[in-house]
């Protein structure tokens, strides 16, 4: 089984990035990938409740990350120092995801055949 890890760094409405990342993850899962998902810097924001796009005429990424369980993507990660250098903490995301340090972040790196959106 190929190990895939979809890194999402970016706000989630600037772009397209955000939603297509996680597109890649419901795919890659759909294929019998082992699919991890990791966010990071202005990623973080993506995680947040309450988020709601329409007024900006684009997909709520809340809504995709509710379809990761179903599609069992269990493996989603969150920088600690990226949470912690916004004033987020876990009570503000929507999702329940596992907070991982830099070091955390590089086995986890290490350990994929491939990675994908390590931009910022």
Known sequence: M?????????APYRDAHTLELLDVALVGAVF??????????????AL????????LGQRTVSKVLEA?????????????ASLASRGLDQDDLALSVKTIDHAAQALLIAEQEAVLGAQT
Not at 2 to 10: E, N
Not at 32 to 45: A, I, M, T
């Open 48 to 55: 947040l409740k309450d988020q709601d796009a329409t007024s």
């Open 32 to 45: 019998d990938c082992e699919v991890s998902v990791l966010f990071r810097d202005e990623g973080v924001w």
């Open 68 to 80: 990761l369980e179903t599609y069992d993507v269990n493996a989603v990660y969150v920088c600690a």
């Open 2 to 10: 190929k190990k895939l890890l979809c890194m999402i760094s970016h």
